[in-house]
């Protein structure tokens, strides 16, 4: 299993960002994904959870101004981050049950 991250970055509070993550060596099409991230000096969170069916689940820090989704097509998924907050920063990371994670991407919001 592998699992690739990218589209992390510094934005100012306010900002967009949209973070995705490619994954190899599954079935992806029935496997459900999340998203952690994990700041400094802090606890690895869950921020959002897709099912394979395409159901999400959404940290209450982040309702409203996430949106996880996936293509099955090119076997990704992605998390649009919107009205980010200088409290978002962290790395994030995609994950399958906890048990295969990818690198990381670093999101950084300035405020």
């Known amino acids: 299993v592998q699992l690739v991250e990218s589209g992390g970055g510094l934005v100012q509070a306010g900002g967009s960002l949209r973070l995705s993550c490619a994954a190899s060596?599954?079935?992806?099409?029935?496997?459900?994904m999340a998203w952690y991230r994990q700041a400094p000096g802090k606890q690895r969170e869950l921020v959002a959870r897709?099912?394979?069916?395409?159901?999400?689940v959404y940290a209450d820090s982040v309702k409203g101004r996430f949106n996880n989704s996936r293509d099955n097509a090119k076997n990704t998924v992605n998390l649009q981050m919107n009205s980010l907050k200088p409290e978002d920063t962290a790395v994030y990371f995609c994950?399958?049950?906890?048990?295969?994670w990818g690198q990381g991407t670093q999101v950084t919001v300035s405020s």
């Open positions: 994950s399958i049950s906890r048990t295969d």
């Open positions: 060596g599954i079935m992806f099409s029935i496997t459900d």
């Open positions: 897709i099912t394979s069916g395409g159901s999400t």
